[in-house]
């Protein structure tokens, strides 16, 4: 749903004014160009321009009512989201610390623990919301997660990281690699183990893991393995050389070098994290066809990922993780095979 939210404020930020004027200048500055190449045949181009007049003008009616509509329900959905969350009531006995990794405020993270754990494995969740909104308190990210993997002895920490404007997608890579960092110098302090580290993100944040887990020279100190919770952007230079979203030129910009710096498929090596890669066969943008893609390059290096296709929407693959089923027991199984002590 932060994907949503921002694809609206997308949209509304394109709209600001009076709809209809701009929509009917827009077809009559449409119509008089069409007039100007050539009077052979202007009562044909006029006797079809009128139907889009007038559709682009309904429309144009119709969108304030949508549009609050719209507005309403991903509110609602917000308020849902900032519902804060009662951990002991979850696993009794667990607590949350909030440590900061950096000087910007966004660079924070919350860490939960259960109760009287040595030495425990870590997952470090990644919230999404399109490079420019969410926040590590969303319970989508959060909540189903932490009532599975605290009752499985884990510690679970949700990371913030700065956003745009104020930081592009590689620079947001950037934090969470200093966020993990941190996690792994100082997990032994809250209880955990700086060699059992899971890296975990979805949409956004799930780029953003990809790139990490596929240049972890950015990190330092590789971990043990990523989930990759339902990305479309793999391949960077191939989404922005193609019509695509217009927040994706705000995250990566028009630099083409900076998208092979950004692009998990780019940044790929036999030296990266395993990972596995879930992704929703429900989206019209086919990220199953791009995490396809991109095991097809990993195994002809040499490398292992896993692809796992849900038929899930983009909010859905985050929020029902940690809940019972085979989705959640297939991500749980990937993890306790990457935590196991190698052969």
């Known amino acids: 749903?932060?994907?949503?939210?921002?694809?609206?404020?997308?949209?509304?930020?394109?709209?600001?004014?009076?709809?209809?004027?701009?929509?009917?200048?827009?077809?009559?500055?449409?119509y008089r160009n069409i007039s100007e190449i050539t009077n052979t045949g202007l009562m044909m181009k006029r006797f079809w321009i009128l139907p889009?007049?007038?559709?682009?003008?309904?429309?144009?009616?119709?969108?304030?009512?949508?549009?609050?509509?719209?507005?309403a329900r991903l509110e609602a959905k917000k308020a849902a989201e900032s519902q804060v969350i009662d951990v002991g009531a979850i696993s009794p006995g667990a607590r949350k610390l909030t440590f900061g990794y950096g000087d910007h405020p966004q660079q924070a993270m919350d860490v939960y623990i259960p109760a009287k754990v040595t030495s425990a494995p870590v997952i470090v969740m990644v919230h999404g919301g399109a490079w420019k909104i969410g926040d590590k308190t969303n319970t989508g990210s959060v909540e189903n997660k932490l009532k599975y993997w605290l009752g499985k002895g884990y510690i679970f920490i949700s990371v913030n990281y700065r956003l745009?404007?104020?930081?592009?997608?590689?620079?947001?890579?950037?934090?969470?690699?200093?966020?993990?960092?941190?996690?792994?110098?100082?997990?032994?302090?809250?209880?955990?183990?700086?060699?059992?580290?899971?890296?975990?993100?979805?949409?956004?944040?799930?780029?953003?893991?990809?790139?990490?887990?596929?240049?972890?020279?950015?990190?330092?100190?590789?971990w043990r393995g990523t989930v990759v919770l339902d990305s479309a952007v793999m391949n960077v230079p191939a989404i922005m050389g193609r019509r695509h979203l217009g927040f994706y030129d705000e995250a990566f910009g028009a630099d083409k070098a900076y998208w092979v710096k950004a692009s998990p498929m780019d940044q790929w090596t036999p030296q990266a994290v395993p990972m596995m890669v879930v992704c929703s066969s429900q989206r019209k943008d086919k990220p199953c066809a791009e995490a396809d893609a991109f095991k097809a390059?990993?195994?002809?290096?040499?490398?292992?990922?896993?692809?796992?296709?849900?038929?899930?929407?983009?909010?859905?693959?985050?929020?029902?993780?940690?809940?019972?089923?085979?989705?959640?027991?297939?991500?749980?199984?990937?993890?306790?095979?990457?935590?196991k002590p190698a052969p």
């Open 297 to 339: 390059k990993v195994t002809k290096g040499g490398g292992d990922m896993i692809v796992l296709p849900q038929n899930l929407t983009h909010e859905e693959i985050n929020r029902t993780l940690g809940m019972p089923g085979a989705y959640t027991s297939a991500v749980d199984a990937f993890i306790t095979s990457r935590l």
């Open 52 to 71: 889009i007049l007038t559709t682009l003008l309904a429309g144009a009616a119709d969108a304030g009512p949508v549009r609050e509509r719209l507005k």
């Open 1 to 30: 749903m932060p994907f949503a939210v921002a694809i609206y404020s997308n949209f509304r930020d394109n709209i600001n004014g009076n709809l209809k004027v701009h929509l009917k200048t827009l077809t009559l500055n449409f």
């Open 164 to 222: 745009l404007p104020d930081a592009m997608a590689y620079e947001q890579a950037q934090d969470v690699a200093a966020a993990l960092r941190y996690v792994q110098s100082n997990a032994a302090s809250f209880g955990g183990n700086p060699d059992q580290v899971i890296l975990m993100g979805h949409s956004a944040g799930a780029h953003i893991v990809a790139l990490l887990s596929s240049n972890p020279a950015m990190v330092g100190a590789n």
